[in-house]
């Protein structure tokens, strides 16, 4: 079959006109409608999670061609509760399809045509990563960004994506983050979706967010480098004082 069937969420919204788009295709976490501010270190980018918290997570296509997106939480694709092909998380997955600058918001895994279980910050023993006995990448959301086939070939620079070259094979460093967190299934939220033909050209890129509790977060701030982001980030001078 020539087409690979994908996933796009009828409850995206187009992105207004006029707002301000990010250069290249990015992954956002969001609590309560606001974005989640990071902490980028020189292992990576991170953000304080509380035990609780339901979170979502806002995918952005400012191109103006479709892409598609494998999203996972905790090494598993949150369409079908998979774990990747090997380290590629692209062979294979599921992916959420964006039209040319379409905003969508995934509020959980999606557990039916129409229904998704809330994202919701657990204990690593309540996450359903450890349920389904794939615990291996726990405090990890990732999106790869893939080009649909019929698209021109794009080399993105910039900090909201890893720049990839187009037909180039993305490798992932990932192994397990030091954290005790993981994400649940939470409360049932409608949520529909509709299976479209996309057929998948090569990886763009990636966005890699690690969460991990707000002492696991200062432990990651003592080791320097470290650049805040974000006005909930710490300060600089604090920073150095630990």
Same mark, same amino acid.
Request: charged share 15%; hydrophobic share 40%.
């Given at each position: 079959m020539r087409h690979v069937i994908a996933i796009l969420a009828l409850t995206a919204a187009l992105t207004a006109s006029?707002?301000?788009?990010?250069?290249?295709?990015?992954a956002t976490v969001?609590?309560?409608g606001s974005p989640v501010a990071e902490v980028v270190t020189s292992a990576g980018a991170y953000v304080a999670a509380v035990i609780g918290t339901e979170y979502e997570?806002?995918?952005t296509n400012p191109t103006s061609?479709?892409?598609g997106v494998a999203l996972s939480v905790d090494g598993l694709n949150v369409l079908d509760g998979k774990a990747p092909d090997g380290l590629s998380f692209f062979s294979g997955d599921r992916l959420w399809i964006l039209?040319?600058?379409?905003t969508a918001?995934?509020? *959980?895994? $999606?557990?039916?045509?129409?229904?998704?279980?809330?994202?919701t910050v657990s204990r690593e023993a309540d996450s359903y990563a450890r349920k389904m006995g794939k615990a291996t990448r726990l405090g990890v959301i990732r999106a790869v960004f893939v080009e649909e086939r019929a698209a021109q070939n794009w080399i993105y620079v910039?900090?909201?994506?890893?720049?990839?070259?187009?037909g180039h094979t993305l490798t992932s460093t990932l192994g397990q983050v030091s954290t005790s967190l993981g994400t649940a299934m939470g409360a049932s939220t409608t949520h529909q979706v509709t299976e479209v033909e996309f057929e998948r *050209?090569? $990886?763009?890129?990636?966005?890699?967010?690690r969460y991990v509790t707000p002492a696991e977060l200062q432990a990651v701030l003592r080791s320097p480098p470290v650049a805040p982001v974000g006005k909930w980030a710490p300060e600089p001078e604090k920073q150095a004082r630990r």
């Open positions: 006029g707002a301000t788009l990010p250069t290249a295709p990015s969001l609590v309560g997570i806002r995918l061609d479709r892409v039209a040319p600058g379409e918001t995934i509020p *959980g895994w $999606q557990v039916s045509g129409a229904t998704a279980r809330r994202f910039g900090a909201d994506m890893q720049g990839t070259p187009a *050209g090569p $990886q763009l890129g990636a966005v890699e967010l």
